[in-house]
């Protein structure tokens, strides 16, 4: 069974930094393409960042040179390093994998909240 847990979410003032981790289980992380988004209360998800399982990263506009998108594959794990937080930033983050390999396989993790407060 497939997992992708998310945890690091939580409140900080603008300005702060939180990192988000993601760690998978059931599957092999070297083999997936991994990206972060999120979702504002009546707003559509949005990608935030993707890192393909040859480590070329690319973000969102509106977060770029903000935030870094990691992994560790080793570990299982991606991380979400979140600096300069702005209250626009405040959003449930979710991890997706995406399996670069046949058969395709696409997984989502159940979300962790971040308020930015201002």
């Known amino acids: 069974q497939v997992q992708l847990v998310e945890s690091g979410g939580g409140s900080v003032q603008a300005g702060g930094s939180l990192r988000l981790s993601c760690a998978g289980s059931g599957i092999i992380l070297s083999e997936n393409n991994m990206g972060w988004y999120r979702q504002a209360p009546g707003k559509q998800r949005e990608l935030v960042a993707r890192?393909?399982?040859?480590?070329?990263?690319n973000y969102a506009d509106s977060v770029k040179g903000r935030f870094t998108i990691s992994r560790d594959n080793a570990k299982s794990t991606v991380y979400l390093q979140m600096n300069s937080l702005k209250p626009e930033d405040t959003a449930v983050y979710y991890c997706?994998?995406?399996?670069?390999?046949?058969?395709?396989?696409?997984?989502w993790g159940q979300g962790t909240q971040v308020t930015v407060s201002s």
């Open positions: 890192i393909s399982i040859a480590g070329s990263t």
């Open positions: 997706n994998s995406n399996r670069a390999y046949w058969p395709k396989r696409d997984y």
